[in-house]
């Protein structure tokens, strides 16, 4: 799909819930620890009164839930998150003329652009936050150290919330000082690569994404400007339909192994699975010039918290045959935020790696 208005692919969003019978009504005077239990007996709840209501129903999940899981190491972070997310979202929100219905809420854009044919529905109470925070931040736009203007991330689109790996390609970029025809942008995402490739002289960028969210994103925030001249869009996995060989592959891909086939769509960009890196290399080498080089930009996170001690982009390097390493750059990461709830003492070893192939 090229920069085109006149045919929309069809949008994740979060599912809208039909109940085969009444939900447990929770407010104020309801008893939280029968309210609880009755969500882990699989029970939907619904908010009644106040948005607040649900607030405080999710806050006293988590303390629940920390008194009964451990949560230290990675896995059990992930267990945690996991079995929080199952139980939070049977807590419900009603939603009526593409508001929610409970007093003191937030005004959602999302909801009407979202379910134009549809205007009477359930959502989770965690997915409406999720739609809250998205609006805030596709209202607001978000301001990144490589780029000039915001940017202005679609509902369900991941975006980078640390930039190290973003300085180090800009970095990177700064010192190219081969050819700039073309280049060829994989899993796009929040477009930041492919504006990091144009703001230095590229003039063509074939970019991919497999999320339909992140191309209606961000042809939008292209708009008609000459933007949408430079950088054309193909919904589809890995090279899409871009076959033509070129001088610059960038590809930022998931860190983390793991089950994309059962992930949504946020979870695509954090974790691959075991046939990503194979099939890409040999698309990749397909689509590079004799003098084109392929830039990858990864982490040590998966090495760091004991999630696995492969690292594919090394694999590649070592049985692979079709690429050789001219360089290798890592920068450290920005140390974890004081206020950050997760655990994440292995930060202080943690480096994002930009490698450069030929």
């Known amino acids: 799909m090229e920069n085109t208005h006149n045919t929309q692919p069809k949008l994740n969003r979060p599912t809208p819930l039909e109940l085969n ?24 709840i619904l908010i009644d009164d106040l948005y607040s209501d649900g607030l405080l129903l999710l806050k006293a999940l988590h303390t629940h839930l920390n008194k009964t899981l451990a949560n230290k190491t990675f896995e059990e972070q992930r267990k945690y998150r996991d079995t929080y997310h199952e139980f939070s979202n049977r807590v419900l929100l009603e939603i009526a003329d593409h508001k929610l219905v409970v007093k003191k809420s937030p005004t959602i854009g999302w909801i009407e652009k979202l379910y134009p044919e549809i205007s009477n529905f359930y959502l989770p109470f965690p997915q409406v936050q999720g739609l809250n925070s998205s609006w805030q931040w596709y209202k607001n736009g978000i301001l ?10 679609y509902y369900g689109v991941y975006f980078p919330t640390r930039f190290d790996h973003l300085i180090l390609f800009d970095n990177w970029l700064k010192r190219y000082s081969g050819s700039k025809k073309s280049a060829m942008d994989i899993g796009f995402g929040s477009g930041i690569l492919s504006l990091q490739l144009v703001k230095h002289g590229f003039q063509k960028v074939y970019a991919t994404e497999i999320n339909p969210n992140a191309i209606v994103g961000f042809a939008d925030h292209m708009g008609t400007t000459k933007l949408s001249r430079k950088i054309e869009l193909d919904l589809g996995h890995l090279f899409g339909k871009w076959d033509k060989p070129t001088e610059l592959i960038v590809f930022n891909p998931p860190w983390l192994p793991g089950d994309r086939a059962s992930a949504n769509n946020i979870d695509t960009a954090i974790y691959y699975d075991q046939k990503l890196f194979p099939e890409f290399f040999a698309e990749a080498r397909k689509r590079l010039l004799p003098d084109g080089l392929l830039i990858i930009l990864f982490s040590n996170l998966a090495q760091i918290t004991s999630v696995t001690n492969q690292h ?5 390097l070592a049985t692979g045959g079709r690429f050789e390493l001219v360089k290798k750059l890592t920068r450290p990461v920005k140390q974890a935020s004081e206020k950050t709830k997760r655990n994440a003492h292995w930060r202080d070893r943690e480096e994002v790696e930009l490698w450069v192939l030929r």
């Open 21 to 44: 019978k009444q939900p447990l009504i929770f407010d104020r005077d309801s008893d939280i620890s029968a309210t609880i239990h009755a969500l882990e007996e699989g029970n939907y």
């Open 144 to 153: 990144t150290p490589v780029l000039r203007n915001k940017i202005h991330p």
């Open 312 to 316: 594919p982009v090394e694999n590649e």
